[in-house]
């Protein structure tokens, strides 16, 4: 079922108007991946883990205050979970900042942020796990928590085309959640 929608997505994106295709440095696998299981604090300091997102659609953006493209990236990041972010999306910016949520804090004071939630990791195990290669590294998790995709190194993430992509992948989650279960039709 799952390849069955990755290949209608495929050629969906060669077919044109009905579905934004990945923009950019995106890549999209060809099918659903495992997401090993995560843990990171809020900006309370209370645990928290990509399990507390099932249901959504998340783009898990793993970045640092540090690292001058994630700097310049999260205004986009920002708007992109004020314009999509909600019930069935969620943009979840995880800080490997060792100076924790104070850190983040800071910076979110900074430069304006103001809908993306404080998410930490200061043991950086959640960068080990996932394999990045850098930072920013994105991930794209569907609502079950695999990864679809990822984009490594920064993007505008409210750019239409992004948005119009981003949109389009929370429409077909939604719609596949919805749909009752294959069964065999009887003849």
Known sequence: MRLLLFAILAVAALAGPGFAGPPGNFVLHDAPVTVPELQFTDGEGQPRSLVDFRGKVVLLNVWATWCLPCRQEMPTLD?????????????????????????????????????????????SQVGFALATAGLPTTVLIDAEGRE?????????????DMVAFLKSIVEQEGERLAAPPNKEKSL
């Open 79 to 123: 708007r992109l979970q004020a314009a999509l972010g909600g019930e069935k999306f969620e943009v979840v910016a995880l800080s490997i900042d060792r100076g924790g949520a104070d850190a983040v804090k800071r910076f979110y004071t900074e430069i304006g942020i103001q809908h993306l939630a404080i998410h930490v990791d200061t043991s």
């Open 148 to 160: 679809l995709g990822r984009l490594i190194g920064p993007a505008e993430w409210d750019a239409p």
